[in-house]
């Protein structure tokens, strides 16, 4: 059974960090794109980050772009997500999920978040 | 890279059929055949239903169906029932090689 488990989430003030851990199973790690995906309660879906099955390539959006950075241990079957310099804004639920395919692949398997509440 | 569009809500009654839109542009929808649509129910994850436009993900009824035309997707629901009652979620691959959401639709099966 596939599985993906987010950990890390909690509650910071603005200016602070925090690690974000997707851990996977259920299938061969090493072959799946793994994305960061956030939720606002209440609110829509926003895509954050991607990673491809091997570590070299990333991409983010514009929002998180030189704040958040997304990595991987393969060994581990893990992805991370780095969360520094956090605002007021970047409170949301933040979902890690496993892309169908390699590169344009949409979202087959989804964690069940994790919580960030960023507040002072 | 701007949210896909889509209505905010539309709702059916049981057994009826509805369609619900995602309108991109010509750098996501309008270019790739890789528009998704997910079901969320509240306090739950999202669930994938359609991939690659129209394909059906393992489990899903065939009451769901996909397709696009131009910059426009669509997600249509036949035959409503009652747990179909959620927010719809499309998303689509860019061409910046990003994903980008809809802003999400809440279902309502009166």
């Known amino acids: 059974e596939v599985q993906l488990v987010e950990s890390g989430g909690g509650f910071v003030q603005p200016g602070g960090s925090l690690r974000l851990s997707c851990a996977a199973s259920g299938f061969t790690f090493t072959y799946y794109w793994v994305h960061w995906v956030r939720q606002v309660p209440g609110k829509g879906l926003v895509w954050v980050s991607r990673?491809?099955?091997?570590?070299?390539?990333?991409s983010y959006a514009d929002s998180v772009k030189g704040r958040f950075t997304i990595s991987r241990d393969n060994a581990k079957k893990t992805v991370y997500l780095q969360l520094n310099s956090l605002r007021v804004e970047d409170t949301a639920v933040y979902y890690c999920?496993?892309?169908?395919?390699?590169?344009?692949?949409?979202?087959?398997?989804w964690g069940q978040g994790t919580l960030v509440t960023v507040s002072s | 890279q701007s949210a896909l569009t889509q209505p905010a809500s539309v709702s059916g009654s049981p057994g009826q059929s509805i369609t619900i839109s995602c309108t991109g542009t010509s750098n996501d929808v309008g270019r790739y055949n890789y528009v998704t649509w997910f079901q969320q129910h509240p306090g739950k994850a999202p669930r994938l239903m359609i991939y690659d436009v129209s394909d059906r993900w393992s489990g899903v009824s065939n009451r769901f169906s996909g397709s696009k035309s131009g910059n426009t997707a669509s997600l249509t629901i036949s035959g409503l029932q009652a747990e179909d009652e959620a927010d719809y979620y499309c998303?689509?691959?860019?061409?910046?090689?990003?994903?980008?959401f809809g802003g999400g639709t809440k279902l309502t099966v009166l």
């Open positions: 999920t496993r892309a169908q395919y390699s590169g344009p692949g949409g979202f087959d398997y």
């Open positions: 990673i491809n099955s091997d570590g070299i390539s990333t």
């Open positions: 998303s689509s691959y860019t061409s910046n090689t990003t994903q980008v």
